[in-house]
């Protein structure tokens, strides 16, 4: 029986101390996944991703799952990968896609091969007068300042032209996009990759009062059918990638004044893949590994 190991870190699993307030979605993860797996005859096993090395003996496959501390530890999280793909172990996403992603300067490349995306500078860091220079850039009176490795929305900032005082700074490498009236008025639209296929997709939205869509900060998912176009430009995402489709990948949209979509991130580490919003998702991913651990 093939050993499937789902590599979560120490504040999404259960009784690992202090877990986030968003640990639940690891928990609905599960929930989708493990069933699936041990229909399908493979066994299903949920591994810290820090663990020793021996840990993961006899894993045919690992998942990244809900290694959401990875951001602050990137370069043992890549390294760990590495190791696990040295003994044997196929990683998905692989360590290859994973180095691709982990800095969002990704986006550049995705805007090289035709992707449309959210126009953005990248800076090693950014003070006050940088700030300001950005909202000139883009005309606008709102800026959103966000790490090139980072995830969840930690450490973003939102700034708005006349409230930024003179020693604000901000210290990390970091993408200034402009701030984008539709993320609190349409939401941000999310869809979904099996394989390469699309499996479904939602809506999120900010609670009121907020621009962030993560659940951490109070914001809601609803199932969101995508029209023809809606689906046809997440799926120019993913085939603008610049190797074949990954086992999963969450592809987040945002939309533009003129009605395109932008791709606001190409999730293809750890991102939470909504089972709530998609019931099939466990029997999808299921099938998907079968296949890959035959090939």
Not at 8 to 22: I, N, V
Not at 118 to 134: C, F, K, M, S, V
Not at 158 to 168: I, M, N, Q, S
Request: aromatic share 8%; with cysteine.
């Amino acid at each position: 029986m093939s050993k499937i190991a789902f590599l979560a870190c120490e504040t999404t699993l259960p009784g690992a101390g202090q877990r986030r307030s968003d640990a639940f979605e690891h928990d609905l993860m599960v929930a989708s996944l493990e069933p699936a797996m041990r229909s399908a005859g493979l066994e299903f096993a949920v591994i810290d991703w820090e663990a020793p090395l021996e840990t993961f003996d006899g894993v045919d496959l690992a998942m990244l799952g809900t290694a959401w501390n990875y951001q602050d530890k990137s370069e043992a999280f890549l390294a760990k990968l590495e190791a696990l793909e040295a003994r044997g172990v196929q990683v998905c996403n692989s360590a290859q896609v994973v180095r691709w992603n982990i800095t969002k300067t990704y986006l550049r490349d995705l805007a090289e091969r035709g992707a449309a995306t959210i126009p953005t500078l990248w800076l090693d860091g950014l003070n006050a007068d940088d700030a300001r220079a950005a909202m000139d850039e883009f005309d606008t009176d709102r800026i959103v300042v966000k790490r090139q490795v980072g995830a969840g929305a930690e450490g973003q900032e939102l700034l708005t032209r006349g409230e930024v005082g003179d020693e604000w700074q901000f210290e990390h490498p970091a993408m200034v996009q402009p701030f984008l009236e539709a993320i609190t008025r349409e939401g941000e639209l999310s869809f979904i990759f099996i394989d390469g296929e699309l499996s479904h997709a939602l809506r999120k939205k900010a609670a009121d009062g907020d621009y962030r869509i993560q659940s951490l900060y109070g914001g809601t998912e609803s199932v969101h059918t995508p029209s023809p176009g809606e689906a046809q430009a997440a799926r120019a995402i993913i085939d603008a990638l610049p190797f074949n489709a990954p086992l999963y990948a969450r592809i987040d949209m945002l939309r533009a004044d003129d009605e395109t979509l932008m791709v606001m991130e190409a999730e293809l580490i750890e991102p939470y893949l909504y089972p709530e919003q998609g019931p099939q998702l466990g029997e999808r991913l299921a099938r998907a590994v079968e296949k890959r651990l035959k090939l």
